[in-house]
């Protein structure tokens, strides 16, 4: 396009400014071809005339449109230039609060001087995986696409951050090695990315220093090599350092500071371990104080010092070598503090030999005092024939002392690098690695003192001061080196994308200074003739200067000044600078005394001398050359011979080598201002590093081809309106585009057609941007035209209306005013009449009211007096009545009592009568007489058989004798030692000492009465102070009563109004509470299942132990009456723990006899409880017995089938029952006289040794009750032993009456098979041998039971030896105390015991509890068996088959819900129910069948009382359940895992017992309840389980549903044609995304349909598999939860989504979710209030933004967003077209402004609370309250059906 066509009226150019660099202005007039003169209006309105042509000022740049401004990409603008980058970084910066821009591959950093919340996790996260041009600018992006591309491509990536000091380069070097160390954590536990962060505290605090513009800036070049492993996880990381700034340690500028590890150890130096470094402030050291100020404002160095130890500890470093580093660090303080006197002569000097500094130097670093205070002075000169020691003058000294500083400094900043790195280094294999270039910070102060241009405002990034020295010679060399590679990176990259879209591309020129490094590293460059000066003897600077001008006078790129022959000037990239000559030889020599070095060597501590014995690096030659005439010259040091240039140049080409051998990204620090002023921007500045970074240099390369490049769909979509309709039909969008470009630009070189892209020249895209506003304003006018019109027409058909409508209204009311007068006339007359009537009614009334009213009144007291009088004879009469009664009833219950014992000891007699004649009966033998008749032969057998039997007896009997022996011997042993106890405890004491104690005990007695006295005396004044205080108290009261009820009458109105809100608020509260502690519990269980997977992964084929939990059951010892009893008994362990626990309160002795009576009166109560139990019971079981015996009898008198044999097994029977009884009676009462006879000895003990009547009485009283505790215990015992004696005992009878029966019908079915006496001499000898196993076990119990008595015995004679020997111990102690402390001593002991004995008694009583609770629930179990036995019974003599074998157990029944398996089949159980388990082999079945299978088999177990069976089962479940989780972790698997688990958890409350959970339950379900096992640990331990299953559920869904969130919710098209496209920028060429295209399904690869037809899969799934809807929805709810974090992310992190259209998609995205929420009644979840967030931006978005009124409809309705996040959109926000509005950054400042009041006020009315910080982003990882609720099942358990198919053929159904 011609001139003409762009300089027009309404343009908008760029004009130069003096001061902003840069001004707006616009052409008011069109500019002809050849006029000299522009005609412009500023932005204030002035008109200015611009003259142009080739003589003045060339054409203005022209100005890019507002929708390009704010671009995230520089390259996106259409006019490339510098006037354009500065002011959208300008308009980024200041208004949206942006601090990242790209230019290309460059990432432009602009320092805010502000903490900004964008670096949290939640950002690494939002930014990782991400490509790079998706999100907005950030230091994260650049690292996330150098981690990636290392991935992608096998290739080393680096880093490179530059730019001017204080402009923010560590810091960004600091935030992208942080998120390489949370991206790319270590895969296992050795915490190396925490050891590479750990690495900045240590270089900053050695290597960064206060300079006049930054107070942390970096004095030293570093390259640090991030490696990792094939899995891209870090492994290790090594640090380059370059060019440290010595000179800094000895000399700093005013307001500078020298290195912050110095101020860090003065700040420090109170501390305990470094007070040896004998240092002060650091005002009092020349090294610290030059720069006049020694604080920098906000920054703490003893903080700092803290955390650099905690670094170096964190590195490996320990706490020893820390103190040598700061004692070498210390010493270089305390040398510069030397004072070195100059002498008379001026040519020597010395030092004082009593200077401190100097002790505290040699002291510090283990040297000779005297050879460093002589060397300090002199000097060695070697020649070739001898060796001189000559004196140095005071400055010649000084100079050496501050060479010797920078020296060890230096030497100490190599050693930590070193060890830095061999802490940081690995000895696993590095795959690849990323480096990290943190080059030089610079000031730029131009000198101009060797007339360096004025007008040269451009520093670049080289380092220039106002005498520039070899330092700053060094950093420019570096930097020039580095442009060189960024500008042939860039021309790399250009080239590259033009070759991929196959278009015609030309050479693009661009600046190459290898020229001018050539002029400084080529031979006989400034380097090389340095080092040749530096190895002449006698070079000077001056003759190194003129070498320079004779040698590179005619360089284009080498100046001499003009005033001055000591300094030369080269002209660097983009600047003059000019160095001083001076210094130049000395520091790159840097020369050190060598007799100064020899004595570091020497040190005594050895850090020192290993720092300085690496320095001689010749080799030792082993021939030894004599010359006898001449001493050989010592050689030089091969380090000191290497030129620091020479260093400097080779450690600088590594580094180009390694950089040109990764894929650079370049990170340009900018610095806004020179104030530190928060988002201040200075365009001077900020225009001088633009030029200096190469940020310019990207844009000239860039703007030299084709910068602007649109995709063809992008192209498509944008510039459609310009094209014709006939065009867009055509289906080929390139062929559309191609006709539509050829049509609007005629000149073919603007624009290239590629293969994907087409690409434009600068200035076409805002060319074609003007033609298309041009379209929408020609469409917006006829639009205007038209709607102005209709509005106009409807506003007079309204005003019309009115006009009527007025008409008609007027009337009426007229018409309406002379009917209301008439009315009130008429009703005028009425009220008179009715008021004269009421006004004689109204007396009247008053008349005949107060004659009712007296009538009344005398009535009514005549009436209450006669009613007092019937009251009083009433009340007479019901006392009557009470005592009468009273006094019959007493009578009554005294009759009643004796009677009752009259008719007890009747029945006593009767049954002591019975109980002789069964007892004779059963000792004679004329039964047995009897049955043997007719049977001697037999019997004969039969008796040799039953006399061996009687000798085994007898010999068992003997052996139990001797076993009686022994323990009677063994007792008698324990009891005499006993007595030898107490005697030589008696024989201990002398009376002398039992004198002195009761004197002492008499003086304690008298002060304890004067402390009685005080005590009573103080007692009556506090009870005469509380009176008084009492009445005060009341006085006060009754005021307060009033003033309360004036309150309460003023606050009931505000109570009234604000009872709503108080409960909606507390509600509120309590649930968040509810969440918050659930959340907790969450994530703890989070963290449990997170180290369990680490324990699982590191022991993949060991099987997890065993669960030690549950129903723990001790082994019970069975009686011999168990062994015969199909019923389970109670364990003796178990009724035996009350007597353990009695025996504990005996074996207290004495000295505990204070202890709370009232625990043993709870007992005897708890005792009395049970025995009314007790009774209870007895009482059904005799009524079941006495049933029994009467159906019996009439049985034997009906049947008459009664033989002689069960007369005989009765008798036998009783007998055996009464020698059992008598033997473990003579037992027992043995074992308690011996028990008695030992306690009766300690009461003896106690008695003798206790001096206090109270302690013997308490004692007594706790004997007494515990002895009547044992026996109300024993006697429990012997009745529940009568209990299962009778109940077996019933069962053998019942058996016997069932053989009986079937022998006698088989008698009368075969006659004569065999007689009855042969059968009834079978079943004695059968039960003979019975007893005898009876008796067997009988033995062997006592003889246990004699044996833990007798431990137990010896137990307590340990106990009292022990308790002996302390007493002892005590006593000997108290002789030798004081009195009072004596008194102290007694008081302490007292306290103590009575603690201990409070701990013992709540442990005791807890344990009688327990003792309680399962005996009452054995009881339970025992009359429950007695029913079902009646019930057996009595069904049983219904039977009339007599062919058929009758028992309990084979009785045919019912499905009970049981399932029975063998123990050995658990483990095809658990294989088939489980590990093999696939969900879809379960289709068309039960939902949760697994579950009910595994549950019917637990309730068999606990039916069965097998708890080993029991626990191993549910152990192998839950185990299995997670190995297979482990192993398949697909949403399927999961899901149907949850829903089994949840439902066996269900399963285990619904049939526990429980009332709670037994509300829902059917009397069918409630009869399968389990019976004997409580497995609430279990329930726990599957709660958790189902929680961890869920969170995994929720991480598989999440991780499924995550790449699609962004694309679907905001990138889709679900409405199409509305969103806009802008200009993308350099950042979505293919180098940015993934070559294989894999990024480029986000754009279009997932829809919002897609999205919901996973929620809908994931919903089928979970109702497919039976989840409980609660937990369903639970699941959804946390998807929506995931769904808004990502997308609310995503908007607040990237600008192209923040706009009008994208607010309409993503508020019909949110609707088609809510939606779907809708159709699959999944709304009433609270889904949807997930969603809240998102709704409310997409409402901001849309919403208008504009007018106070705007601001306060904003704050109204984003309830759910943040300010921050607020502010953050509204900074975001971008308009799509020239249509819509910006958002005004005065609006952005009200709205904050607003919402902090808010926030504010907020505070106020809860109290002043301190709420944490808002954060900007979501937390995706956040998981919500989870609520597991109770889900009873409504499927009976008799109902299930078990598959075939499952091949659980070995379970048995019960």
Known sequence: MSVNELYTTYTRVWIPHEENIWQAAEITRDFKQGESVLHLSLEDGTPLEYPVGPSSNAMPFLRNPDILV??????????????????????????????????????????????????????????????????????????????????????????????????????????????????????????????????????????????????????????IEIGFNRSYHIIGANMRTYLLEKSRVVFQAEDERNYHIFYQLCASASLPELRDLSLTSAEDFVYTSMGENIFIDGVSDADDLDRTRQAFRLLGIKDASQNAIFKVLAAVLHLGNIEIYADRDGESCHVSSDDVHLAHFCRLLGLEHPQMEHWLCHRKLVTASETYVKNMSAKQAGNARDALAKHIYARMFDWIVSHINLALHTTSKQHSFIGVLDIYGYCPHLSCSHQVPADNRVARRFETFEINSFEQFCINYANEKLQQQFNSHVFKLEQEEYMKEQIPWTLIDFHDNQPCIDLIEARLGVLDLLDEECKVPKGTDQNWAQKLYRQHASSPHFQKPRMSNSAFIIVHFADKVAYECAGFLEKNRDTVNDEQINILKASKLQLVADLFS????????????????????????????????????????????????????????????????????????????????????????????????????????????????????????????????????????????????????????????????????????????????????????????????????????????????????????????????????????????????????????????????????????????????????????????????????????????????????????????????????????????????????????????????????????????????????????????????????????????????????????????????????????????????????????????????????????????????????????????????RYDNLKEEVSLGKFQMGHHRTSSNQSSLESDSNYTSISTSEAGDADDALQLVEEMGADKAAMDISIFIKLQKRVRDLEQERKRLQASLDKIDEAARNKNCEEETAKRLKSAADAEQEAADLAYNSLKRQELEWENQQLKNDLNELRRSVGERAADTDASKQLRDGYDILMSQLKAATEELDARKEEVVILRTQIVSAAQQHDHNKHAQENESADEVDMGTLPSDK?????????????????????????????????????????????????????????????????????????????????????????????????KKQLRIYMKKVQELEVSHSSSRTRSDLGRHVTLQRKEKDFEGMLEYDQEDEVMLIKTLITDMRPGMLSGTVPCLPAYILFMCVRHADYVNDDRKVESLLTATINAIKRVLKRNEDFETTSFWLANTSRLLHCLKQYSGDEAFMVQNTSKQNEHCLKNFDLAEYRQVLSDLSIQIYQQLIRIAEATIQPMIVSAMLESESIPSLAGVKPAGYRNRSSSVDKDGSAGNAAGGYTLQALIRQLGLFDGVMRDHGLDPEIAGQVVRQLFHCVNAITLNNILLRKDVCSWSTGMQLRYNTSQMEEWLRANKLYQTG????????????????????????????????????????????????????????????????????????????????????????????????????????????????????????????????
């Not at 340990?1358 to 102690?1373: F, G, R």
Request: overall charge positive; charged content about 25%.
């Open 1319 to 1415: 059968d009834q001499a079978l079943m004695v000898y059968q039960q003979v041998c019975q007893s005898k196993k009876l008796l067997e076990c009988e033995l062997q119990s006592q003889a246990r039971q004699h044996g833990e008595e007798v431990e137990a015995l010896r137990a307590e004679v340990e106990t009292l030896k022990e308790d002996v020997e302390k007493k002892q111990e005590a006593l000997n102690y108290t002789t030798s105390l004081s009195p009072e402390a004596l008194l102290e001593y007694s008081v302490q002991l007292e306290i103590t015991r009575l603690t201990n004995d409070n701990l013992d008694l709540k442990e005791l009583v807890e344990k009688l509890e327990k003792n309680e609770r399962k005996l």
């Open 614 to 1093: 690496g320095e001689d690096g010749a080799p030792k030659s082993a021939r030894v050359n004599v010359r006898p005439a001449k001493s050989a010259p010592k050689p030089p040091n091969k380090e000191h011979r290497k030129s620091v240039g020479l260093q400097f140049r080779s450690s600088l080409h590594l580094l180009m080598e390694t950089l040109n051998a990764t894929t650079p990204h370049y990170v340009r620090c900018i610095k806004p201002n020179d104030v530190k002023e928060a988002f201040s921007f200075d365009s001077g500045r900020a225009v001088q590093q633009l030029r200096a970074c190469g940020v310019l240099e990207t844009i000239r390369i860039s703007a030299a081809g084709y910068p602007s490049r649109w995709t063809y769909n992008d192209f498509f979509s944008r510039y459609r309106v310009l094209m014709r309709k006939s065009d867009m039909s055509c289906p080929d969008k390139k062929l559309v585009c191609q006709k539509l470009l050829e049509t609007l630009i005629k000149e073919g070189d603007m624009f290239q057609l590629g293969k994907s892209k087409i690409f434009f020249r600068a200035g076409q895209v805002a060319y074609l941007e003007k033609l298309r506003a041009d379209k929408f304003r020609a469409a917006c006018i006829t639009v205007q035209k038209t709607v102005r019109g209709w509005l106009q027409k409807v506003r007079y058909q309204k005003i019309r209306k009115s006009v009527i409508l007025l008409q008609r209204y007027g009337r009426g009311y007229l018409a309406r005013r002379y009917a209301e007068y008439l009315r009130l006339t008429r009703a005028a007359v009425v009220c008179q009449k009715n008021y004269r009537m009421a006004r004689e009614r109204r007396a009247f009334l008053n008349v005949r009211w107060a004659t009712v009213t007296i009538q009344a009144y005398a009535r009514g007291m005549f009436t209450r007096r006669i009613y007092q009088e019937f009251l009083l004879h009433h009340k007479a009469l019901i006392i009557q009545k009470c005592v009468r009664g009273w006094l019959q009833r007493l009578k009554y219950q005294r009759m009643w009592r004796a009677a009752v014992v009259l008719q007890c000891a009747y029945r006593r007699t009767l049954a002591l009568r019975h109980f002789k004649t069964l007892k004779t009966e059963a000792r004679s033998t004329k039964g047995l007489k009897k049955l043997n008749t007719g049977m001697e032969n037999k019997i004969v057998q039969l008796q040799r058989k039953m006399d061996d039997q009687g000798k085994e007896y007898r010999e068992q009997n003997e052996q139990l004798l001797r076993a009686n022996t022994t323990l009677g011997t063994e007792l008698s042993r324990v009891q005499q030692e006993l007595q030898h106890l107490q005697q030589a405890r008696s024989q201990q004491g002398s009376a002398t000492q039992l004198t002195a104690m009761r004197a002492e005990l008499e003086a304690l007695g008298v002060q304890l009465d004067e402390a009685q006295a005080q005590k009573s005396q103080m007692e009556e004044q506090h009870r005469s102070e509380k009176l008084v205080l009492t009445q005060r108290v009341a006085e006060l009261e009754k005021e307060n009563a009033l003033l309360k009820s004036q309150k309460e009458e003023l606050n009931q109105k505000i109570k009234q109004q604000s009872s709503r809100a108080q409960e909606d608020v507390g509600s509120a509260l309590l649930r968040a509470e509810m969440d918050a502690e659930r959340r907790r519990y969450q994530n703890l269980l989070k963290e449990y299942s997170r180290l369990e997977q």
């Open 1727 to 1854: 889904a949807a209030q997930a969603l809240c967030p998102i709704i409310q931006v997409a409402q901001l978005l849309q919403v208008k933004k504009k007018t106070s009124q705007d601001a306060d409809a904003i704050c109204s309705l984003c309830t759910a967003l943040n300010s921050q996040q607020i502010v953050k959109i509204l900074n975001l926000y971008t308009p799509l077209n020239e249509f819509e509005e910006r958002v005004t950054v005065s609006f952005i400042r009200n709205i904050q402004k607003q919402l902090q009041e808010c926030e504010a006020a907020g505070a106020t009315q809860e109290g002043g609370v301190a709420k944490e910080a808002p954060q900007l982003l979501v937390d995706t990882k956040q998981t919500l309250p989870l609520l597991f609720p109770y889900a009873p099942s409504s499927l009976g358990l008799e109902t299930l059906h078990i598959p075939a198919s499952l091949g659980l053929h070995f379970l048995v159904r019960v």
């Open 70 to 223: 704010g671009e995230n990409d520089l390259t996106a603008l259409s006019y490339l230039h510098e006037p354009a980058v500065l002011h959208n970084l300008r308009v980024r910066f200041l208004e949206s609060n942006h601090i990242y821009t790209y230019c290309g591959i460059v990432l432009v950093a602009i320092n805010p001087y502000e903490e900004l919340q964008i670096y949290g996790e939640e950002v690494i996260n939002a930014y990782s995986g991400r490509n790079m041009g998706d999100m907005d600018p950030h230091i994260f992006a650049v690292a996330e696409e150098a981690y990636k591309q290392m991935a992608r491509d096998e290739r080393n990536q680096s880093i490179i951050v530059s730019g001017e000091s204080g402009a923010g380069k560590t810091v960004s070097a600091k935030y992208a090695m942080r998120f390489f160390a949370t991206v790319g954590g270590a895969a296992n536990d050795t915490n190396v990315e925490e050891k590479v962060l750990a690495s900045n505290p240590i270089m900053e605090a050695i290597g960064n220093a206060k300079t006049t513009r930054n107070d942390n800036s970096s004095r030293f070049g570093k390259y």
